[in-house]
């Protein structure tokens, strides 16, 4: 099935004509093993990421079903706004030889204007779980007997508290239809959720070693926790991304990060779910255009984006799981450009780092990071574009009644460079082993260690306190 093309799917002759004018030659895998389920009617579960195809994967099926019979014929339940309006654009362009008409329904647009478009007998609507559900409720979408389903990124209406509104969506639905059920990850919710709303499902799963991409180099960098906005800065003015996304786990660190990196006089914004609709279309017309080079996102946010030009992608810490993982290295390497993934780690972390490599089975190297040394042509820009402190002048004086003013700057351009190359961050290669070593010993053995090796860990102790990811958090957007 894997290399089925899509001619050889039995699809209509005015679909296959729409996916030749998207361009799309070959189908992905995602694409190649659902399409054919769904054009045989079954229910689907189909476990894949955003970048795997997968809005064609359901798209291009439902497009062959279409009758035209004066009825909403498919739905589509997607929880942002910006994938409910990316859905509703590639379905469009699919299907621009069958001339469908979609509707796109998300919360914060007039809903006068929505009921018009309603009326106007589209065959597909496309639709955010809160403002759908107040439609059916009220009895506004007219002629509404979808006879496909599609739940997309249902991991994600988990996270973001839609799965009750979603539950209730399906007792307005029809009970003959066809539930296709999409999600990166399977949380057990989902599974549940997925045993309510689907009859006999066949199950394709797009395993992140399916996806794990050559093109993309990754890195991993061993740090301290309180470090890594630090750690960030560094790594920019070291590698000098042309255009990246750097994943943090709560809003507040994607704030504080982007402030940081501005701070650093880096072209940079954020992205989270606690930005209106507007700033954050404002944030991702941005980095689009390149007028920001640094998106700071949480994972809710960035879902969906589609963006092939990103060159760097970071995780400012270890996501929590695989799936996770791959799917957000995936928004870099893409269309067949090199990209970077760079993860940073604290000791802490090391255990699920090791669940990471493990499935997907690529060994990552853990490394000190790097030390940042400006050329000399750098360092003067930094010193002529530096404003001139308060107590400057108190110093100035200082040194010259001291010695000449060639003398003064010499010497103080020599603390300068001095300083810089003081400025680690982070344990150092053989510390690096050392806690390698340390975390792959036996338990009680580990536990011997500990105690004779109290200050060792002391680093480990301290930041466990202020480290709370095995803690308190479930969701993957924390606040
Ligand atoms: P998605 O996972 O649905 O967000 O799709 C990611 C990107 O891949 C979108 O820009 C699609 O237009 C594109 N795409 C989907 N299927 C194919 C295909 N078979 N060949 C080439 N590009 C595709």
């Known amino acids: 099935m894997e290399n089925m093309k899509f001619e050889e799917m039995g699809l209509r002759e005015n679909v296959l004509k729409g996916i030749k004018d998207m361009g799309f030659v070959t189908p992905s895998p995602v694409q190649s093993q659902s399409i054919p389920i769904a054009l045989g009617g079954s229910d689907l579960i ?9 809005t064609a994967a359901f798209s291009i099926p439902i497009l062959n079903q279409i009758e035209k019979n004066g009825e909403i014929e498919a739905l589509v339940i997607t929880p942002t706004r910006e994938l409910a309006m990316q859905i509703s654009d590639e379905i469009f362009k699919l299907g621009k030889f069958v001339r469908i008409k979609t509707v796109c329904v998300y919360g914060g647009q007039s809903i006068r204007r929505q009921c018009e478009l309603l009326e106007n007998n589209p065959q597909v609507l496309v639709a955010t779980p809160g403002r759908l559900l107040d439609h059916l409720k009220n009895d506004r979408i007219p002629n509404f007997s979808p006879k496909v389903v599609v739940l997309d990124e249902s991991d994600e209406m988990l996270d973001m508290g839609f799965l009750d509104d979603v539950e209730e969506i399906f007792s307005y639905l029809p009970s003959n239809r066809q539930t296709l059920l999409f999600s990166a990850t399977m949380p057990e919710q989902i ?28 890195k991993c960098y061993v740090i301290n926790e309180g470090h890594r906005d630090e750690a960030i800065v560094r790594l920019m003015d070291v590698f000098t991304p042309q255009k ?51 998106l700071v996102a949480t994972d809710v946010a960035a879902r969906g984006l589609d963006i092939s030009d990103v060159s760097h992608v970071f995780n400012y810490h270890i996501p929590l799981n ?14 067949g450009k090199k990209g970077m993934a760079i993860t940073l780690i604290t000791p802490l972390e090391f255990k699920e780092l090791k669940r990471i490599q493990d499935e997907v089975k690529h060994s990552l190297e853990l490394e000190e990071l790097p030390m940042y040394e400006a050329s000399h042509n750098e360092l003067v820009q930094k010193i002529l574009k530096t ?26 351009i020599s603390y300068i460079l001095k300083e810089g190359s003081k400025n ?24 011997g260690f500990r105690n004779s090796n109290r200050r060792d860990f002391g680093s480990r102790n301290n930041s466990s306190r202020g480290f709370s990811r095995s803690g308190g958090y479930s969701s993957k957007e924390r606040r």
């Open 244 to 294: 990246s996304i750097i994943f943090t786990s709560t809003k507040k660190e994607a704030d504080a990060l982007a402030e940081r990196l501005v701070e650093a006089k880096y072209r940079a914004g954020a992205l989270h779910g606690d930005m209106d609709q507007r700033a954050r279309m404002d944030s991702i017309r941005a980095f689009k255009a390149n007028k920001i080079s640094i």
């Open 46 to 54: 189909a476990q894949a990421q955003t970048g795997t195809g997968k």
């Open 191 to 218: 599974q549940k959720l997925a045993h309510k709303i689907l009859d006999n499902p066949k199950y394709v799963k797009i395993t992140p070693a399916n996806i794990t991409n050559t093109d993309i180099t990754q």
């Open 387 to 412: 404003k001139i402190a308060d107590e400057a002048m108190d110093i100035y004086n200082e040194l010259i009644d001291k010695h000449d003013e060639t003398n003064s700057v010499l010497k103080l």
């Open 322 to 335: 695989p799936e996770s993982y791959v799917h957000r290295i995936g928004r870099t390497g893409r269309a």
């Open 424 to 447: 680690k961050i982070g344990p150092n290669q053989q510390e690096i082993k050392r806690l390698q070593e340390q975390e792959n010993k036996p338990k009680n053995e580990d536990r």
